[in-house]
Nanobody, 122 residues
Framework: QVQLVESGGGAVQAGGSLRLSCAASLRTFSTYAMGWFRQAPGKEREFVARSGEFIYYADSVKGRFTISRDNAKRTVYLQMNSLKPEDTAVYYC??????????????????WGQGTQVTVSL
């Protein structure tokens, strides 16, 4: 059974930084695209970043967030800098077996983590 386990969430003041990690039990981790999504209360889950053949970011986080991965550790990271209150959400990592697509849609990802809360206060 595939497991994705996020960690690193927490509470931070605006302008601060957090680094999220997602450890995956995927044996062929390097062949998957890995993505980060977030969901704020009362809102739909939205795309944040993707690492596959190329790297993609949502416009709202471009220049502030950085996605990276360590295939040997089967882990994907999300470095979040210059955090804003509007970044407050539950952050999820996800895996897409279509590594060479550029999909940013929730439905394209087969596996999901349980989420980790990020709260940014003024």
């Amino acid at each position: 059974q595939v497991q994705l386990v996020e960690s690193g969430g927490g509470a931070v003041q605006a302008g601060g930084s957090l680094r999220l990690s997602c450890a995956a039990s995927l044996r062929t981790f390097s062949t998957y695209a890995m993505g980060w999504f977030r969901q704020a209360p009362g809102k739909e889950r939205e795309f944040v970043a993707r690492s596959g053949e190329f790297i993609y970011y949502a416009d709202s986080v471009k220049g502030r967030f950085t996605i990276s991965r360590d295939n040997a550790k089967r882990t994907v990271y999300l470095q979040m800098n210059s955090l804003k209150p509007e970044d407050t959400a539950v952050y999820y990592c996800a895996a897409d077996s279509s590594k060479y697509s550029s999909s940013r849609t929730v439905g394209a990802y087969e596996y999901w983590g349980q989420g980790t809360q990020v709260t940014v206060s003024l």
